[in-house]
Structures are given as structure tokens and as C-alpha cells.
């Protein structure tokens, strides 16, 4: 069925009123936060969360991150939360840090995609935390994409994939991050990266004592992150990692950090917040081809080099691997 997405505006208190009203009425609502758009549903309303996967096309064995107005309000959705963690709850929330903790039994698994765990954040954005707390429950939300695709970082980009399937945004402007928030799993000791994101594993070693590892996906058993298994951020563009302005063709577009003089090449801004941004342009612009120039900054930046690996990786392979949120 389509429906007829309402385009609210953050800065208007009536509308932010309507956003919750929708949310407490089991609807799906995009949501900005400060590191990406996150399409919300009540996290106690199962039919709602089934929604979220289905217009996603997102698969069911991929878990779904909690989003509280307060630090306080993690308790509501775990059990068993190590002091750690409210020291990381201290120093880093509210933040683009999301925590994996033990499951409350009262959260649906579905929520979890049926694990024993529950990834929890709260926003940074005042406006977000607001609205969870008019809506009366914490909210799911997965980025507002559609699953594979970019993240999206300005209101246009969740219209693009989700418009006349959900029954409205809240626009607050472009995301000042830009990518997703970073998820630390406290599960387990040592404390793993289960994804790298806006917050780095220095920053995190001030509270841990030590830097955490990333999680590793290989052994046996299931992967601790689902959702690493899948292609991730790619456009429909292919994306080309390069360490040589020789090498790219004349006519694509080639995102870097540095000034390009060139006639033969466009080229873009890279940076976190542009990335996503710019994956989608190149679409639109149906240019031939996306190629990152991999200098020693971008290298040196774990969480942006990780969603470019992705983008490349997803772009150029064969198999039939299914995409990803
Ligand atoms: O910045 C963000 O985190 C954004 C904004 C909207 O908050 N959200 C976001 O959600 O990126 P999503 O669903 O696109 O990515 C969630 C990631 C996935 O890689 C998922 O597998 C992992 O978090 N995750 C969620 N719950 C988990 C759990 N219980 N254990 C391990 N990994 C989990
Ligand atoms: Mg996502």
C-alpha cells in the first residue's frame, strides 16, 4: 500500500508532537540523529518492528538497535549492565556510541533478531530524545535506507528509498556525523568493536583501560554482529579504491581529501559527512564509476575506510550474497 509520508519539521514543536503520536500508534517514523536518518517503531510492538524489516527488505538475522532518551532508560531494555558501562554512558552519551548488553526479557527478540543480546544508544540530537520521550517507549532504528544502500544523511535521501512506505519523516536538516554510530560489545571481556564507527577504539581505551579489538567473524558458532555478513553502503555506481590519480579513467568522479587540478577527472570532497552524500549524486548523475583515492588520512580513519571496503567490495562482486541495512 502506498502512503502518503509526511514530511514533519524538527524545529516545529507541533510537529514533533505528531512524529511521537504516530510512533505511539505503531507507525513507522524516520528519525533524524546526529549520525545518520534511523527509520523508528515502538521497540515493544513487534508488528511494528516486522514492518521495519519488511519495508527495508532488511533480513530477519539482522538485529536492531535500541534507542533510549536517557542513559537511565537502558535498564528498561537490559539486564545485567556491567558498571562499565555506565562509565562509557558517562563520558560518551549522549553519542554515536551504541553498547551490546544483555537482552531485558521483556524486549521482543525479534528485536535481536532472536540473540540473547540488545544493542542499545541515545541520540545525541535534543530534538531525537525529545521525541522518544513524547512517544512514551524507546524506539527501534536501523538506518532509513533501503537494505545495501547508503545510509542516508539528509531527509531526500530516505524519501529516495522509503517514500509512500512509511507514514512519515522528521527533517532536521543534514546529519553532522555522517556515519554510523560505533558498536561496542560488552557482552564478552574482552569489550570487541563490532563496528567502527564515529567514536574510535583510542577514545573508548580511556574508560576500558585498554583499546578494544574488532570482533572477529571468523571460527565457528554465529557471528557475534549479523549484520557484518552483508553488503553494506553500497550505490548502484561502481565504487574503485585507488592510491594513484593515474589510474582513473577519464570521465568518473574521484572523492578525496586533497584539491584536484585535473580536466580529465571530476573530483569531490571525501569525508565522513560527505561520503554517503556523495554515493548517492554519483547515482543520480549516473556518472560511470566512484573512485576513492586511499590516501594516508583516509586510511588512518578505521571507520570511514571500513564503510568505503564495503561500498568497493559489495560493488564489484559477483555472488549473490543479499544485501544488507
Ligand atoms: O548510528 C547508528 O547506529 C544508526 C542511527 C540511526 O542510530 N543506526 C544504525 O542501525 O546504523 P543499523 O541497523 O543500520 O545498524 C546496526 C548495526 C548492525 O551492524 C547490526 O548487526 C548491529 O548494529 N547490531 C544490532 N544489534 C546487535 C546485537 N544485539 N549484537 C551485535 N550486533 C548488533
Ligand atoms: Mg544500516
Same mark, same amino acid.
Given at each position: 500500500m502506498l502512503l502518503d509520508t509526511l514530511h514533519l519539521d524538527a524545529s516545529n514543536p507541533a510537529d514533533v508532537q505528531r512524529a511521537a503520536a504516530l510512533l505511539a500508534a505503531g507507525k513507522l517514523v524516520a528519525i533524524p540523529t546526529e549520525t545518520v536518518y534511523g527509520l523508528a517503531a515502538h521497540?515493544?510492538?513487534p508488528s511494528a518492528i516486522e514492518e521495519i524489516f519488511r519495508v527495508k527488505?532488511?533480513?530477519?538475522?539482522? @538485529? /536492531?538497535?535500541?534507542?533510549c532518551a536517557t542513559a537511565g532508560d537502558i535498564e528498561l531494555v537490559a539486564t545485567d549492565i556491567p558498571i562499565v558501562a555506565w562509565r562509557l554512558l558517562e563520558r560518551f552519551a549522549p553519542g554515536p556510541l551504541t553498547l551490546v548488553l544483555h537482552r531485558h526479557p521483556r524486549v521482543p527478540s525479534i528485536v535481536s533478531a532472536g540473540l540473547p543480546?540488545?544493542?542499545?544508544?541515545? @541520540?545525541?540530537?535534543?530534538?531525537?530524545r525529545r521525541l522518544i520521550a513524547l512517544a512514551g517507549e524507546p524506539v527501534v532504528a536501523p538506518s532509513a535506507n533501503q537494505s545495501g544502500r547508503p545510509s542516508p544523511t539528509r531527509a531526500e535521501h530516505v524519501l529516495e528509498d522509503l517514500g509512500g512506505s512509511i507514514a512519515a519523516i522528521l527533517d532536521a536538516g543534514p546529519c553532522a556525523i555522517g556515519i554510523e554510530s560505533t558498536v561496542l560489545n560488552l557482552t564478552a571481556e574482552p569489550a570487541t568493536i563490532v563496528r567502527p564507527g564515529a567514536i574510535e577504539a583510542a577514545d573508548l581505551a580511556e574508560i576500558l583501560g585498554y583499546e578494544p579489538p574488532l570482533a572477529s567473524h571468523s571460527g565457528t558458532g554465529a557471528p557475534i554482529a549479523p549484520?557484518?555478513?552483508?553488503?553494506?553502503?553500497?550505490?548502484?555506481? @561502481?565504487?574503485?579504491l585507488t592510491d594513484s590519480l593515474e589510474t582513473i @579513467?577519464?570521465?568518473? /568522479?574521484? /572523492?578525496?581529501?586533497? *584539491?584536484?587540478?585535473s580536466d580529465r577527472i571530476r573530483a569531490r570532497l571525501l569525508t565522513?559527512?560527505? /561520503?554517503?552524500?556523495?554515493?548517492?549524486?554519483? +547515482?543520480?548523475e549516473q556518472v *560511470?564509476?566512484?573512485?576513492?583515492?586511499?590516501?594516508?588520512?583516509?586510511?588512518? +580513519?578505521?571507520?570511514?575506510?571500513?564503510?568505503?571496503?564495503?561500498a568497493a567490495v559489495s560493488a564489484q562482486r559477483t555472488d549473490n550474497t543479499p544485501p544488507m541495512c
Open positions: 521497540a515493544f510492538t527488505g532488511r533480513p530477519m538475522d539482522n @538485529p /536492531l538497535i535500541v534507542h543480546s540488545v544493542a542499545v544508544r541515545i @541520540p545525541a540530537l535534543e530534538v531525537t549484520g557484518m555478513k552483508y553488503r553494506h553502503y553500497a550505490p548502484r555506481t @561502481p565504487v574503485f @579513467p577519464t570521465g568518473a /568522479l574521484v /572523492l578525496t581529501t586533497a *584539491p584536484v587540478e565522513r559527512q560527505t /561520503l554517503y552524500d556523495e554515493f548517492r549524486r554519483a +547515482d543520480r *560511470p564509476a566512484i573512485y576513492v583515492l586511499i590516501t594516508p588520512d583516509v586510511r588512518a +580513519d578505521r571507520a570511514l575506510m571500513n564503510r568505503i571496503e564495503k
